[in-house]
């Protein structure tokens, strides 16, 4: 492998720039294909803008769920966030997924919010901080219009009792050896980071305790939360429990141009708090895919792929016609990047505007959708 060509991808961690498909083989992941997404079709009626457009490209067994629901049987969606501080709109993205996912299946969602987890991670994070944070970030998931009996909130510091007997369990099942492998671990890693994958894993297994029926979950997330969720696959049987079923995403481009937006670099991603002069500047002085003068550019066309503002219409435009006019406008020439950045701009301001007065309606909410104050 020459030196550019590298990539680090671990849940903790992404760098260079990332091959996806090298990436799946790596994991043992599958792609998506059109005969999956056509059973989706089958039972939902319609197929989501994210997979359609390969945004959502790979998974573990989503065949076998789509199955699993065409005889009738009950399922549940999972998915979570690491609460290390607020929530940029490219979080929101497999959030919109779940919700739809929910709607359309009338499903319960299960999710983590891990306060320990980023705790545990980072030497600087308090714990009273996170745990914060996962109050805050909570906001930005109800806001997305979840009710509270569909949507159930596992806050780690707050929610462990119906999570801890089923993560004792899981963490029989996992030796030092497969975690340290699975998670490149060393012996200088705390014990409680070494022991939090049996909590992210024990979530998979919850809704079948909870129901005491078979009740596997849809895991829509980011490519790097694999190794948990193969782990989880992994100790599912002897455990008693459904394997779960994943569908995975692709990073979100930072807007200075890397594949994935970092918390260090604020102005790499639009912060769901981020008030409008911010959301334009931010958007404004965003690297793109155009050529270095206007000139060059109305002669060759600019370069979409590379571009985060177009990566950007890809994600929170709806309409197939609109994007597809912006990347033909793009890569014609026609269409310069001033122009297209103030589409882009308009489009986030409206989606931010809604999202914010939800998220401040949501305010004061936050326990009526925490799973251990339903189940009192
Ligand atoms: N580990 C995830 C993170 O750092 C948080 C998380 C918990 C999660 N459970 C999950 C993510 C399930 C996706 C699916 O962000």
């Not at 600019?302 to 985060?308: A, L, M």
């Not at 701009?345 to 799973?371: C, P, W």
Request: proline share 6%; aromatic share 12%; with cysteine.
């Amino acid at each position: 492998m020459k030196k550019e060509e590298e990539f680090v991808v671990t849940p903790w961690e992404v760098r260079g720039k990332v091959d996806y498909d090298k990436l799946l083989r790596h994991f043992g992941a599958k792609p998506l294909t059109a005969d999956e997404i056509a059973l989706l079709e089958k039972y939902a009626g319609e197929v989501h803008p994210l997979i359609r457009r390969g945004f959502f490209y790979a998974h573990r067994d989503f065949d076998a769920v789509m199955r699993w629901h065409g005889d009738g049987k009950p399922w549940a969606l999972y998915t979570g966030r690491g609460p290390s501080g607020p929530v940029h709109i490219g979080h929101m993205v497999p959030w919109i997924l779940l919700k739809w996912f929910s709607d359309k299946f009338n499903l319960e969602v299960y999710f983590q919010l891990t306060d320990d987890e980023k705790f545990f991670d980072d030497p600087e994070m308090k714990l009273e901080e996170a745990t914060n944070w996962a109050y805050e970030n909570a906001l930005d998931v109800i806001a997305l219009g979840f009710t509270p009996d569909k949507l159930h909130l596992i806050v780690d510091t707050k929610d462990i009792r119906p999570l801890y007997p089923i993560a004792v369990k899981a963490a029989k099942k996992l030796t030092w050896n497969t975690v340290k492998a699975t998670f490149g671990f060393t012996d200088s890693t705390n014990i409680g980071l070494i022991f939090y994958p049996s909590l992210q894993i024990a979530v998979a297994f919850l809704p079948t305790e909870l129901r005491r029926e078979a009740t596997p979950v849809l895991i829509p997330c980011a490519i790097d939360q694999d190794p948990y969720f193969r782990l989880a696959r992994d100790i599912a049987d002897t455990l008693g429990y459904p394997k779960p079923t994943t569908l995975y995403s692709k990073f979100i481009m930072a807007l200075t141009g890397e594949s994935k937006m970092s918390a260090s670099n604020p102005d790499s991603a639009i912060y769901t708090q981020d008030d409008e002069k911010a959301v334009k500047r931010k958007i404004m002085n965003a690297f793109t895919g155009g050529k270095p003068t206007a000139e060059e550019q109305r002669k060759y066309g600019g370069d979409p792929d590379i571009c985060p503002v177009y990566h950007y219409h890809m994600l929170f435009d709806p309409d197939d016609a609109s994007v597809e006019k912006i990347r033909q406008d793009c890569r014609s020439g026609a269409m310069l990047c001033g122009e297209c950045k103030l589409k882009l701009y308009d489009k986030i301001t409206k989606f931010l505007k809604e999202h914010k007065e939800k998220r401040e309606k949501a305010r004061g909410n936050v326990d009526q959708y925490r799973i251990s104050v339903k189940l009192k």
